[in-house]
Nanobody, 117 residues
């Protein structure tokens, strides 16, 4: 399994921006899907953005046009650039690495994002 460490969370005012980073302990070149997910209190974990090894990207409906996911295979890092943050974006954000074969399904410890004035 690959170890994942998220960073970049914090407190930001509505309308502000943050960039989250997810550093992997090993190469992510062979990882089929790298993704960001979030979980707010009393809610289920939901996908925010995913990026495949081939560069295909998809986003959750609530963040389209505001968030951008990217991966830097040379740095073994995935990023989530977040703009125009809203209070409803408040959650713990988790990074995930998924590979079908040989199987990998790793999660980071999460980073808290709080959007509040």
């Amino acid at each position: 399994q690959v170890q994942l460490v998220e960073s970049g969370g914090g407190l930001v005012q509505p309308g502000g921006s943050l960039r989250l980073s997810c550093a992997a302990s090993g190469s992510i070149v062979s990882i089929n899907v790298m993704g960001w997910y979030r979980q707010a209190p009393e809610k289920e974990r939901e996908p925010v953005g995913i990026i495949t090894s081939g560069g295909t990207i998809s986003y959750g409906d609530s963040v389209k046009g505001r968030f951008t996911i990217s991966r830097d295979n040379a740095k073994n890092t995935v990023y989530l650039q977040m703009h125009n943050l809203r209070p409803e974006d408040t959650a713990v954000y988790y990074c995930n690495a998924y590979r079908r074969l040989p199987p990998i399904d790793s999660w980071g410890q999460g980073t808290q994002v709080t959007v509040s004035s």
